[in-house]
């Protein structure tokens, strides 16, 4: 059976702890029984708090122009955000190709077609391509791992947790309008 093929919620018993820490701690609620593929969970996720109106394939493939496009006219942020995440030892130990034109070919790919996991590489380019920020906050330390995307005058950001290990995943979340004490008090000691 081929699991990448299969939409599934994200069960794992480490996960479903840390996103109860993200709640208690940041306000932050999953978003349950949403489809998504594994290894496409971040475009996924995105496509799914967008309503659907563009697909996750369009959002990969999107985020990986918008990288292109700041690789061919050398735009600064490559060289400020990417510099060692497009290294060729960095591309070969954490996505197994040497090359940048590689990476961005297996990127754009779904993941249950030979594509490549979206990483906080291509995380930055996403919320570009959608001129959307989105923040994602990390289950292991309850602060924001990546945030991207502030430039765009919204109030609407999109919300992940992000639960880093072997087997990273991005998840929705959503903020909760809790006004009690000890929530207050958590968010105000970050």
């Given amino acids: 059976m081929n699991h990448n093929l299969q939409y599934y919620e994200f069960t794992s018993f480490t996960l479903k702890m840390a996103i109860n820490i993200l709640k208690k701690n940041v306000g932050l609620q999953r978003i349950i029984n949403y489809p998504y593929i594994v290894g ?4 996924d996720s995105i496509n799914y708090l967008l309503h659907g109106i563009v697909f996750s394939i369009t959002l990969r493939k999107g985020s ?7 690789l061919v006219t050398n735009d600064y942020r490559v060289e ?6 497009l290294s060729p030892n960095f591309l070969m130990s954490l996505h197994g190709v040497k090359y940048v034109e590689n990476y961005l070919y297996k990127m754009e790919c779904e993941a249950s077609n030979g594509g490549l996991w979206a990483t906080f590489t291509i995380f930055f380019w996403l919320s570009e391509f959608i001129k959307r920020p989105i923040e994602a906050w990390s289950t292991r330390t309850c602060k924001p791992y990546m945030n991207m995307g502030d430039e ?6 999109l919300i992940l947790a992000y639960h880093e290990g072997m087997n990273s995943h991005f998840e929705l979340a959503k903020r909760l309008e809790i006004h009690n004490s000890t929530f207050n008090n958590n968010i105000s000691n970050m």
């Fill in 40 to 43: 496409d969970c971040l475009f």
């Fill in 64 to 70: 990986v122009e918008c990288l292109w496009q700041a």
């Fill in 80 to 85: 400020h955000y990417l510099r060692s995440a």
């Fill in 152 to 157: 765009f005058n919204t109030n609407e950001k």
